[in-house]
Each structure stands twice: as C-alpha cells, then as structure tokens.
C-alpha cells in the first residue's frame, strides 16, 4: 500500500502554516472601526445577504451612522444597555453596530430579551430598544423603541470620533438556566 497522500500541495501547506500562526502580536481593535475601514476600502462590496437582498458595505456603515445618531439623541451613551430585539438578518447588523457606534462612546447591547421582557429591560437599565417594524406593542412603557426603517437613508456625515477602548462593556446577556429566573 502507498502511503495517504497530503491534501494539499507543499506551498499550500506552508502558508497554512503561516495562517495559523500564533506567534504575531495583533493590535486589539473595535468591531465597528474595522467594519468602518472595510467600508472606507471596499464601499460598493457586498457585506450582508439577507434573502435576496443585498447590501454593500457603504449601506450598512450610512444606516448604521444615522441610528447611531438618533441612539444619542435619545441620551444614549458609554455602557447605557440598548435592547436589541429584531429578527436575523441586515438590521441586526446594522443594529449592534448602530449600538457600538454611539457617541458619547459606545453603548452596549442587550440581544433578543424574550418572555419576561419587562423584568428583563428593567434589570438591565434599558431605556431604548431596537426593535422590528412590526414588533407587538408590549413593551413597557418608560423603554423607548426605535425602529429600523427598509427604506435607505440619507447620506450622513461620520460621527465624529470618540476614543473607546477594548474593554468597554459590548453587550449584556441574561440567560434563566434551571431556574427560570434570570
């Protein structure tokens, strides 16, 4: 018998070698500063496929700027939690981003709270909650719900820049384990 051939040739084996490295030092960076360079060196590239939809980079980078913007004029700011209650898909990146994005630096997320939503957004300092269009109205009363429009936007300026650091708080999940009680 002939001894199992390699999967890869010999120059792609070596560069996965190199790929794989975990020798170089790389510089922390902020989720939304790399999706903000990518959309700076490729605008028109597709960054999101919902269904059929198709969305490039510049698109989400400007929905995300303008919900960010009307994120801090609502007062939110650095570690405020944002609910983030919308289905999979192009608003939910443009969403969490959105939440990243807002200056004073940063808020942070609160993905799907589900069932005792009340309890929930309360114990997590919510006070405005990103949610679908059509979402059911049964949100406590003192939580602000912004919606993310299909429609495009306008074109907005960049927000201007706001240092933040890798260590500010990105998102808060509340999970029930056996007890039901989060």
């Known amino acids: 018998a002939s001894p199992p051939q390699a999967l890869l040739p010999g120059d792609q084996r070596s560069r996965r070698a190199e790929y794989n490295s975990t020798d170089a030092d790389i510089e922390p960076a902020l989720l939304h500063a790399l999706f903000e360079a990518q959309a700076a060196r490729t605008p028109a590239a597709v960054a999101v496929i919902d ?3 198709e969305l490039s980079y510049a698109e ?3 929905r995300a700027q303008q919900l960010a913007q009307r994120l ?3 007062g939110v700011g650095l570690d405020a939690p944002v609910a983030l209650h919308l289905r999979r ?3 939910q990146v443009v969403g969490a981003l959105a939440i990243l994005m807002a200056r004073p630096p940063g808020a942070c997320a609160t993905p799907k709270p589900a069932g005792r939503v009340a309890r929930v ?3 997590a300092g919510v006070r405005v909650a990103l949610v679908d269009v059509d979402e059911p109205a049964g949100w406590p009363l003192d939580v602000a719900r912004l919606e993310i429009a299909d429609a495009a936007p306008a074109p907005t300026e960049s927000l201007p820049s706001a240092r933040q650091a890798t260590t500010d708080l990105a998102y ?3 999970t029930s384990g056996s007890t ?3």
Request: net charge neutral.
């Open 172 to 174: 808060v999940i509340y």
């Open 89 to 91: 898909g192009w608003r």
């Open 180 to 182: 039901g009680e989060p």
């Open 121 to 123: 957004l309360d114990r």
């Open 72 to 74: 801090c004029e609502r």
């Open 51 to 53: 269904g059929d939809r």
């Open 60 to 62: 989400i980078l400007g």
